[in-house]
């Protein structure tokens, strides 16, 4: 399957959208540009699955003692409820 697209000024290009149905990427999703042996571009979508992210703030503190975050989620709360109104 070929398909062909213009190079924009920014050096942008719209993936076709057979392409992009047959690849799976949807608007907003992110994919990685690769050149292989021959010179030839790869694209692949990007996708992130839980897996890929689990345990990234294992080692992460957030600040403040669990009261504080605890009357910070009252007064969000509150100002969230006042403006209902």
Same mark, same amino acid.
């Given at each position: 399957?070929?398909?062909?697209?213009t190079? &924009? !000024?920014?050096?942008q290009? &719209?993936?076709?959208?057979?392409? #992009?149905? @047959? +690849?799976?990427?949807?608007?907003? %999703?992110? /994919?990685?540009? *690769?050149?292989?042996?021959?010179? %030839?571009?790869?694209? $692949?979508?990007?996708? /992130?699955? +839980?897996?890929?992210?689990?345990?990234? +703030?294992?080692? =992460? @503190?957030? *600040?403040? &003692? =669990?009261?504080? =975050? !605890? $009357?910070? *989620? #009252?007064?969000?709360?509150? %100002? @969230?409820?006042?403006? $209902?109104?």
């Amino acid at each position: 399957m070929k398909k062909y697209s213009t190079v &924009t !000024r920014k050096g942008q290009v &719209t993936i076709p959208m057979i392409i #992009r149905e @047959k +690849l799976d990427i949807d608007y907003g %999703e992110k /994919v990685e540009f *690769a050149v292989n042996e021959h010179n %030839e571009v790869v694209i $692949r979508p990007v996708k /992130v699955s +839980l897996d890929d992210i689990y345990g990234v +703030l294992k080692n =992460h @503190k957030p *600040a403040g &003692t =669990h009261e504080d =975050h !605890r $009357r910070l *989620a #009252r007064d969000w709360a509150g %100002e @969230k409820g006042s403006k $209902r109104g």
